[in-house]
């Protein structure tokens, strides 16, 4: 009796467990919406056409499934060559041993697309940080007599200093 309580219970764990991860895992429904609309409305500019809250939902499943199995194929790429990050080139390799090869083409095109644009903030970037290293340098530093730093204690500001 006591033995079919605990089972019980795990079983309630364990499907609990799964409800949970695949929420956790679940694609954002407005997002999906959004995809689904936008490509539907390219395809059939004559009329608007109405998905089913179900329809959206068989799409969202059908792309978190397609990314675990892209995901697991590309990882299998990134094994086999004795490395433990992921490539873009290891998903391209991915898409094509699971015969998505038509994806491979508009997917560099969209990377080459997203690096370009986002290329110039990377170098933006350091280059603002390579002008706050040189600037510290040439701050003055505020040391006393002995060419120790002094420091700024802003935790007496509330008037309860001991000197």
């Known amino acids: 009796m006591e033995a079919e309580k605990v089972n019980e219970t795990a079983e309630k764990v364990n499907e609990t467990a799964e409800m949970v991860l695949s929420h956790v895992e679940e694609l954002p429904k407005t997002i ?11 395809l059939s500019s004559d009329c608007e056409i109405s998905v089913l ?39 391209f390799k991915a898409l094509e041993e699971i015969e998505f090869t038509e994806f491979i083409a508009p997917l560099r095109a969209s990377l080459e697309e997203f690096r370009r644009k986002n290329g110039g903030r990377k170098s933006g970037s350091s280059k603002a940080k390579d002008i706050n290293k040189k600037a510290k340098k040439n ?3 505020a ?21």
């Open 139 to 141: 701050e003055p530093s």
């Open 143 to 163: 040391c006393n007599g002995d060419g120790i730093k002094q420091q700024e204690d802003d935790n007496n500001d509330d008037g309860n200093s001991s000197d």
């Open 32 to 42: 999906v919406r959004r995809l689904v609309k936008n490509k539907l409305s390219q």
């Open 53 to 91: 809250r179900d329809s959206l939902q068989a799409f969202s499943e059908s792309a978190r499934i397609f990314i675990h199995y892209l995901s697991a194929a590309a990882n299998d790429i990134c094994k086999e060559s004795n490395r433990q990050i992921i490539s873009a080139e290891d998903v």
